[in-house]
């Protein structure tokens, strides 16, 4: 039953938690208007309140307990901003256990805890809600449980993690190397001090994980996802994908096969005339190729304070309007409804590839490698040489036809063992559905 009030405690007053609060106290009569509830901000926990003061929030609102938070029986539901694995799964699992609903934008703890979570609230008669843990203010979780319903998904792709593709795009655009661009994206604070979660893939990983589960009912192992980031990215690499057609962008995907499931987090090469090659800056996107909708992409501020606490606060509403009743205890799609779909190894993946061998400029190489390409079934489809440059060798770059990550790998091994090749880079392309 809807009720005509709603009552609200934030836990973490940070960027989100602060955002939350902010929309959440300023905006109540406008959502009241939309809505024809009256939501109620009763509680904003944290140990310290620099940024709720800061926001202009009332002092009555402050306590530094979630238990108190936890035990209020007006509470409807706690929404859990803090981050992390340890303090937050303990708020969320106090929370359930005494009946109340949760928001979460917390996607490493639902990647690695969400079935489990999600089975505890059901024991209690509550509900998760978690469109802020992917894609920021982008509801890509509400199309995958709403929206495309009516489809079979077969697989999608995604840009999931703003920084890294500030990253890239500055380093497109601006032709510098990757360190140079994260020094800078540090310095203007689109980049955390320490990006390594960032930058190596991880978060991508995470909301790779909880994506999946939704798009094809299963509970997704996140430890066997493949992981690569962009870390290690050369300049060369994404000059010659801006020159051959391509550009460069991390990729979370997900495809769905007779066999079980497929997952990887990779940067890879897309055509530039696909939809996501102009997704640029800390926008985020994900295309999504259903059997009846087919082809469809969603795409805008992938983080920031008030795009994702945006999402939190649709959360609470959803909530409020019986989210509870009507999706998550009715539908089937949940994880902790369903059985671990098995997820291929990363050598059963398909896909065409990019080739860049540094070698020395020595008669006979190139007929090495064309041998080791063909004797693991893999076929050329552009070659290009180019000339040695200022403290670079000569580098040779070849693509493929569609072949395995297996093939690949071998023959790559097999190409590093010839004495004139110093360098094998092997990176992935995307130039159609997948």
Same mark, same amino acid.
């Given at each position: 039953m809807i009720k005509d009030h709603f009552t609200v405690a934030v836990v973490g007053c940070g960027i989100v938690g602060g955002g939350t609060a902010k929309i959440l106290h300023e905006q109540a009569s406008d959502i009241r208007n939309r809505t024809g509830i009256d939501f109620r901000l009763k509680y904003v926990c944290d140990i310290r309140f620099d940024n709720a003061r800061a926001l202009g929030l009332p002092e009555s609102l402050f306590v530094t307990d979630y238990k108190t938070v936890c035990g209020d029986p007006e509470v409807d539901v706690v929404v859990e901003l803090i981050g992390g694995k340890t303090l937050a799964k303990s708020v969320i699992e106090e929370a359930l256990k005494s009946g109340k609903s949760v928001v979460t934008a917390n996607k490493a703890l639902l990647a690695a805890h969400g079935t489990e979570l999600f089975g505890l609230a059901r024991e209690n008669g509550a509900a998760v809600a978690f469109e802020a843990s992917c894609v920021g203010g982008v509801p890509i979780i509400r199309t995958l449980y709403d929206g495309l319903l009516a489809n079979n998904i077969n697989s999608f792709i995604g840009i999931i993690n703003g920084t890294c593709?500030?990253?890239?795009?500055?380093?497109?655009?601006?032709?510098?190397?990757?360190?140079?661009?994260?020094?800078e994206a540090q310095k203007a604070g689109?980049?955390?001090?320490?990006?390594?979660?960032?930058?190596?893939?991880?978060?991508?990983?995470?909301?790779?994980?909880?994506?999946?589960?939704?798009?094809?009912?299963?509970?997704?192992?996140?430890?066997?996802?493949?992981?690569?980031?962009?870390?290690?990215?050369?300049?060369?690499?994404?000059?010659?994908?801006?020159?051959?057609?391509?550009?460069?962008?991390?990729?979370?995907?997900?495809?769905?096969?007779?066999?079980?499931?497929?997952?990887?987090?990779?940067?890879?090469?897309?055509?530039?005339?696909?939809?996501?090659?102009?997704?640029?800056?800390?926008?985020?996107?994900?295309?999504?190729?259903?059997?009846?909708?087919?082809?469809?992409? %969603?795409?805008?501020?992938?983080?920031?304070?008030?795009?994702?606490?945006?999402?939190?606060?649709?959360?609470?509403?959803?909530l409020a309007l019986g989210y509870k009743e009507t999706r998550?205890?009715?539908?089937?799609?949940?994880?902790?409804?369903?059985?671990?779909?098995?997820?291929?190894?990363?050598?059963?993946?398909?896909?065409?590839? %990019?080739?860049?061998?540094?070698?020395?400029?020595?008669?006979g190489v190139l007929a090495q490698v064309t041998h080791i390409l063909g004797k693991n079934k893999i076929g050329i489809t552009e070659a290009v040489q180019k000339d040695p440059q200022p403290q670079r060798p000569v580098s040779l770059v070849l693509t493929t036809h569609r072949t395995t990550e297996a093939a690949v790998r071998q023959a790559a091994g097999e190409l590093r063992r010839i004495p004139e090749i110093s360098k094998v880079i092997t990176l992935s392309i995307v130039d159609e559905a997948e």
């Open positions: 593709n500030y990253i890239l795009s500055a380093m497109i655009s601006e032709k510098k190397d990757y360190d140079t661009v994260l020094k689109l980049a955390e001090a320490d990006p390594t979660l960032d930058v190596t893939g991880h978060d991508s990983a995470h909301k790779l994980a909880i994506l999946s589960s939704l798009a094809f009912s299963t509970d997704t192992d996140l430890s066997a996802i493949p992981v690569e980031g962009i870390d290690r990215l050369d300049l060369f690499d994404i000059n010659m994908a801006d020159e051959m057609g391509y550009t460069v962008k991390l990729l979370a995907i997900a495809q769905k096969t007779e066999d079980g499931i497929s997952l990887c987090v990779r940067p890879s090469f897309i055509k530039k005339d696909h939809p996501l090659a102009w997704v640029s800056g800390s926008f985020n996107a994900v295309s999504v190729y259903a059997n009846n909708l087919g082809h469809s992409m %969603y795409y805008g501020q992938g983080a920031g304070s008030l795009p994702t606490a945006s999402a939190v606060v649709s959360d609470i509403i959803s998550f205890d009715t539908l089937r799609i949940w994880p902790d409804k369903n059985k671990r779909l098995p997820q291929l190894p990363l050598d059963r993946y398909s896909s065409r590839y %990019y080739l860049r061998l540094d070698v020395e400029d020595k008669t």
